[in-house]
């Protein structure tokens, strides 16, 4: 049976995906593709894909014209709106005239496994698809609809807050958290507004209310200059440096021979397909390491990078995510 499928990613990472895909799924074959957004047929029927690259997958139920509408799943089913490249509030008109005309629920009423119908917007035309509701799958961009508080130094904000979600990571106040490429601070200011200490290691400046946080202490110097011993224990280890991932990942390796977080939380720049296609020996260097969950993903406020994380087993079972 020939089906269709979905799969929506950041504007520009369609290559990404697409090569993710003939990876992980080696009978999908491409078949529509615009800025954001890919079609696959599959010769097997229905299939339900996700990937790093992945934001949101379905099955395809074709462009918006009444013979697709007469497919789409009788009620209650959700409804998600997503316009790859378009800020989530720039379709809230468009969402309340859809609930309104397919007459969707919302979907905290629904349980698991409930229908959402998708709606991915784009320039030309709207494609509806199909999906089973996943109460986990916390960052739909068609359901999550983060905003950066004004106060915020910096979208690095908005990076830490999407991967805390993602990971369901135990982070708690009290906790303290070391961050390489700290400047100027806007993951720094999530966790201290979360009530952890931090610790920063970044050459560059801090934002004034970062820096004169009292829970906030910085190391003015690049990590290649720190000997692990100088830095303070951590639950957390961030990085964001902007540096190639190997080198990432070898002064992360270094630190993770003294320092016994609960977890880390990498992002990686992406510059070429290469990177892309290192995530998963990446993702061995940390299993290795003794994080039982590990897992890659390109956050919807990444640009050329993806996150690559680490959760201990005790951070794993407290998380509640991973069973
Ligand atoms: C994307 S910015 C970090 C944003 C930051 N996480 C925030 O929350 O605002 C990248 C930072 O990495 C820093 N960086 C680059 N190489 C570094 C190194 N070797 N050691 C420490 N920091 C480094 C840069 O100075 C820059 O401030």
Not at 174 to 184: T, Y
Not at 281 to 304: C, I, K, M, W, Y
């Amino acid at each position: 049976m020939t089906d269709f499928l979905y799969a929506t990613c950041l504007v520009g990472a369609e290559k990404l995906l697409k090569a993710e895909m003939a990876r992980r799924y080696p009978d999908l074959r491409p078949a529509f593709m615009r800025p954001g957004f890919v079609t696959f047929k599959s010769e097997r029927g229905p299939l339900r894909v996700s990937g790093t690259f992945v934001q949101s997958a379905g099955q395809s139920l074709g462009k918006d014209e009444p013979a697709t509408r007469a497919k789409l799943p009788k009620p209650p089913f959700g409804l998600a709106v997503y316009g790859p490249g378009l800020e989530p509030q720039e379709l809230d008109p468009l969402r309340e005239t859809l609930t309104a005309e397919l007459g969707s629920t919302p979907l905290p009423e629904l349980g698991p496994g409930a229908q959402v119908v998708d709606v991915v917007v784009l320039p030309e035309q709207h494609f509806f698809g199909v999906h089973d509701h996943d109460p986990q799958d916390a960052l739909h961009p068609g359901v999550y609809r983060p905003e950066l508080p004004p106060e915020a130094p910096s979208r690095a904000w908005l990076k830490l807050e999407e991967a805390l979600r993602l990971s369901g990571a135990p982070v708690k106040a009290g906790q303290r958290a070391l961050e390489l490429g700290s400047a100027p601070g806007g993951a720094a200011w999530a966790l201290l507004s979360r009530g952890l200490s931090v610790t920063g290691v970044d050459p560059a400046q801090m934002d004034e209310r970062v820096a004169r946080h009292p829970k906030y202490r910085h190391l003015s110097r690049s990590i290649a200059l720190l000997e692990p011993r100088e830095l303070p224990a951590a639950d957390w280890i961030l990085s964001d440096m902007n540096v190639a991932p190997e080198q990432t990942l070898q002064h992360v390796l270094r630190l993770l021979e003294t320092l016994r977080p609960q977890g880390v939380f990498l992002t990686l720049k992406l510059k070429d397909e290469r990177a892309a296609r290192m995530l998963s020996a990446d993702a061995n260097d940390l299993a290795a390491r003794g994080f039982e969950v590990v897992g890659t993903r390109q956050l919807p406020s990444h640009r050329q990078e993806v996150l690559l994380y680490g959760l201990t087993a005790a951070a794993a079972a407290a998380s509640g995510l991973h069973r």
